[in-house]
Nanobody
Framework: QVQLVESGGGLVQPGGSLRLSCAAS????????MSWYRQAPGKERGLVAS?????????YIADSVKGRFTISGDNVKSTVYLQMNSLTPEDTAVYYC?????????????WGQGTQVTVSS
């Protein structure tokens, strides 16, 4: 059974940093495309960052967070991270981990439960 468990969210002041973690189980991390999405109140969920093959062979970072956020993965710990620096109130949202896996020639998508990030003074 696939599970994605996010952690690391919380309240942080503008200019601060947080590191989100997504602990994955039920599949092999290195074979999946792992992504972070976020959804602010009243807005659609949008892609923040993704990583293919957690050796970092392919990484996408949304323009809105480029230069401030980085995504990485640890195959041994089966965990993906989102390091967020220089946070602004506009980064306030629920952050979701998403896994796209391939099994028996079919793609499957899985969401975590989300973790709240609030940037406020």
């Amino acid at each position: 059974q696939v599970q994605l468990v996010e952690s690391g969210g919380g309240l942080v002041q503008p200019g601060g940093s947080l590191r989100l973690s997504c602990a994955a189980s039920g599949f092999t991390l290195s074979t999946a495309v792992m992504s972070w999405y976020r959804q602010a109140p009243g807005k659609e969920r949008g892609l923040v960052a993704s990583i293919t093959n957690t050796d970092g062979s392919s990484i996408y970072i949304a323009d809105s967070v480029k230069g401030r956020f980085t995504i990485s993965g640890d195959n041994v710990k089966s965990t993906v991270y989102l390091q967020m620096n220089s946070l602004t109130p506009e980064d306030t949202a629920v952050y979701y981990c998403y896994a796209r896996t391939l099994k028996s020639g079919l793609y499957f998508g899985y969401w975590g439960q989300g973790t709240q990030v609030t940037v406020s003074s």
